[in-house]
């Protein structure tokens, strides 16, 4: 079966630095990966997706995730984090079969220090 | 365009009560879904529906219906509350040329005491 591992449940980080939140899948085919935010007391927002091409994919707010089919991972990241990006992250792929759900990650809780 | 909205934003219900929450999307889109989200658990699809009159279930069915009348409505209905349905409720959907990509409501958290 389908499923979507994010390995950290929390992490924290200054403003200003590099962010890497690890997302890594169990796929048999060619996955269709997805990042959402959710920001508190509010619904999730699309960040980014990856269906297929170019493995290096550009979100909204400056995110970026990579997919790497060798490692079965689909990590996001940003260079300068923004006290506004404290919010929890989703990673997500579709779960395949008649349906469009989706599979998702447990996710994880970003921090961000002044 | 409102998108998708939920409503009530938040209730607090009794053990054996019932209720309705209502998720309206004014996308035209197809698809609609039912998910709920648990602590440390992420999401999990509860009911979903490819267009009016179509349903079907998801990975936790039990303990809810829902009904889709109308392409705009997606209600899920709550028979005999249980404590084990203290949760928060995402309602979202998506088109039918992009199925993949969902738009999320902003939720109804509910507590059964």
Known sequence: AQSVTQPDIHITVSEGASLELRCNYSYG????????????????????????????????????????????????????????????????????????????????LLAVQP | NAGVTQTPKFRILKIGQSMTLQCAQDMNHNYMYWYRQDPGMGLKLIYYSVGAGITDKGEVPNGYNVSRSTTEDFPLRLELAAPSQTSVYFCASSNMTSVYTQYFGPGTRLTVL
């Not at chain 1, 508190?40 to 170019?54: A, E, I, N, T, V």
């Not at chain 1, 060798?70 to 940003?78: D, G, H, V």
């Open chain 1, 29 to 108: 085919a060619t996955p269709y990966l997805f990042w959402y935010v959710q920001s508190p007391g509010q619904g999730l927002q699309l960040l980014l997706k990856y269906f297929s091409g170019d493995t290096l994919v550009q979100g909204i707010k400056g995110f970026e995730a990579e997919f790497k089919r060798s490692q079965s991972s689909f990590n996001l990241r940003k260079p300068s984090v923004h006290w506004s990006d404290a919010a929890e992250y989703f990673c997500a792929v579709v779960g395949g079969g008649a349906t469009n759900k989706l599979i998702f990650g447990t996710g994880t």
